[in-house]
């Protein structure tokens, strides 16, 4: 049986239209802050992953969020530092990106986003503070381009977790098997296979546009 045509292209964000660090060592070279190393370091790390889980789903604000890691890291950085890493986390729109997405728009495909995120990532990634837009030029231009955007700290769930999928088939209202995914972890593109999608890992090391071209044309869609 042929496969339905695809009505909905879906991106996410970090790893495969923005390029991000991969590591809290990268993000403190890139904020010019000196790497620490404390005996309590990796038995605090669950704890530091479950403060930034809680934070990207939207359970804690900006503020509490830079003075939990502070505090679970022993003290080692403090609230300011900590919100300088979070800060150079997001690096630059990957070459090309912007390009998919103008030529997707231009051939009138949907698309759309769905990122594990946060308040103040999503505020600089989308240029919007929520009830205006930013003064200057926005940092990512390759987000402004998608056309529908939704995040984890605002649908109150993150990937891989089934409920974000289901949260997002219901903002858009696409059958599952008509939406085209693209993501950097196998976590998540399993995931929303499972949810029924057509998903695409993208290796965030490489040509992520080329990759997303080469998948668009096999797939046959008009970009």
């Known amino acids: 049986m042929s496969r339905r045509p695809i009505q909905l292209v879906c991106f996410d964000l970090g790893g495969v239209l923005v390029r991000i ?7 403190c070279s890139r904020a010019g802050i000196d790497l620490r190393a404390g005996d309590e370091w990796e038995r605090l790390r669950p704890a530091r992953r479950e403060i930034t889980r809680l934070y990207g ?14 505090h679970a890291m022993g003290g080692l950085y403090s609230p300011e ?3 300088r890493v979070h800060h150079a986390w997001t690096i630059e729109d990957y070459p090309g990106a912007g390009r998919v997405l103008e030529r997707l728009n231009e051939a009138g495909v949907r ?15 989308i240029h919007h503070d929520g009830a ?9 231009p390759v987000v402004r381009l998608i056309r529908e955007q939704y995040a984890s700290h605002l649908l109150g769930a993150a990937k891989p977790d089934p409920s ?17 995914f693209f993501d950097d972890l196998e976590e998540n593109i399993a995931a929303a296979r499972q949810a029924g999608w057509i998903a695409r890992l993208i290796d965030y090391q490489a040509d992520t546009a080329g990759q997303i ?4 044309r096999d797939l046959g869609v008009p970009a």
């Open 111 to 125: 698309t759309a986003c769905l990122s594990n995120t946060n308040r103040s990532h999503w505020v600089r990634l």
């Open 81 to 83: 530092e900590v919100q």
């Open 57 to 70: 789903i939207g359970r804690i604000d900006c503020q509490q969020y830079f003075r939990d890691v502070s």
């Open 213 to 216: 071209e080469a998948h668009l």
């Open 21 to 27: 660090c991969r590591t809290w060592e990268e993000a």
């Open 132 to 140: 205006r837009d930013l003064p200057g030029e926005p940092e990512f």
């Open 164 to 180: 974000i999928y289901a949260a997002f088939l219901r903002a858009v209202d696409v059958s599952p098997d008509r939406i085209l």
